[in-house]
């Protein structure tokens, strides 16, 4: 047992040394794009922001996407139903909005996710003058620049699409909600300057032409997962999806455990039916990396009740938590760069994602079980079955 202990932490070692060279590449882009023009490229812009029933600071993300900058666009704000809790407080803001503002009314849909039919009802009736389809969330919120930098990337006509991701931020002081801003912090660096991107539905902005093109409304016609199934559509297409961290937006969260384990579940649940190619090595590293560890503690405890000399186990055992604490560091260095208007709440909670953040595997672990056994996910008040990529079935709660 100690020589596949000894395996595995030499494997665990030489991926943390890797992985800490990669996040120094991620800052070192991330570094250059914030020191870069955007450029000039404003063109007509659609932002398209599903959302449904309240959650905690609504309407300042709401609110948020009536103030940006150097921008020529219209929001449209989508609800799946006229009776929807939150429908009050966006016809308000739609109202005062000192940019023009639209709220449709999309219904429900019938063999797709809530949110892809929504998305997909109001692209079908804007007006032909929109050049560039922006789509977010409601529980997100961007700063005054992030519009501008999102699009002005698209002035070059060989990208396919920009994205950026969502930096979770705990809005209350329990473990689940800390172990949620823990989990999601390493999705981050999962995209790159030259990598493979996936698009961000939270966070991405598209030509129409390019949209149309591609073919993506037929790609969202029987799915549950808005971005991956853009993603899908782009990358059939041959087109680029470039990841733009100075857009990185702060996502103000609170959960219980039920709620982090059906967020967590969800993600990886769709990640497996959409893209294997990010699931299957991902599954492989976490469950390697919690082997590793669980192997180490016990062979250290084996050790300590027989009493023999256990250093060298601690040790290696120790190395890959250590490895994975200096590419959390890494990590948080770059967010508060790009995010400097919040950098002392968010070193504030260091903690979250240095320390915590090394234990989060063991939850992927379970999140990467739960998606071999069940094809059902809940959102938002809905149950879905995820058949394939190309079908879903809406199921009773």
Known sequence: METLFYLLAFLQILLGVYLIGQGLQWLDYLRRRL??????????????CPCKGMEPGLERNLLSLTEFERQNYEIFFILASGSDAARTMVERIAANSRVKAHVIIAGIPSNSGEKVNNLRVAVE?????????VFTD???RPGKSWLH??????????????????W???NRSNLPTALLAAWNAPVVTMLSEKGKNLCWGGGTAIRRSIFERSGVMDEWRNSVSDDYSLTRALERNNRSIVFLPECLTLSYVESDFRGLLEFTNRQILITRVYAQRVWVPAAATHLLYCVTLSLGLFLILSDFFEQRPAFHIATLTVLPVLLSAIRNSIRLTGVTEALPAERSQITGQAWIYVILAVFVPFLYAVNFVNSLITRKIRWRSMAYELISPEQTRIVPL
């Not at 930098?149 to 969502?166: N, Q, S």
């Open 35 to 48: 020191r870069m023009d955007p450029g000039f490229y404003a063109p007509r812009v659609a932002v398209l």
């Open 125 to 133: 009736q804007l007006p032909p003058e929109f050049e560039v389809l």
């Open 138 to 140: 409601s529980d997100g």
């Open 149 to 166: 930098r999102l699009v002005a990337p698209l002035g070059d006509v060989r990208i396919g699409a920009t994205t950026t991701m969502r």
């Open 168 to 170: 979770l931020m705990p």
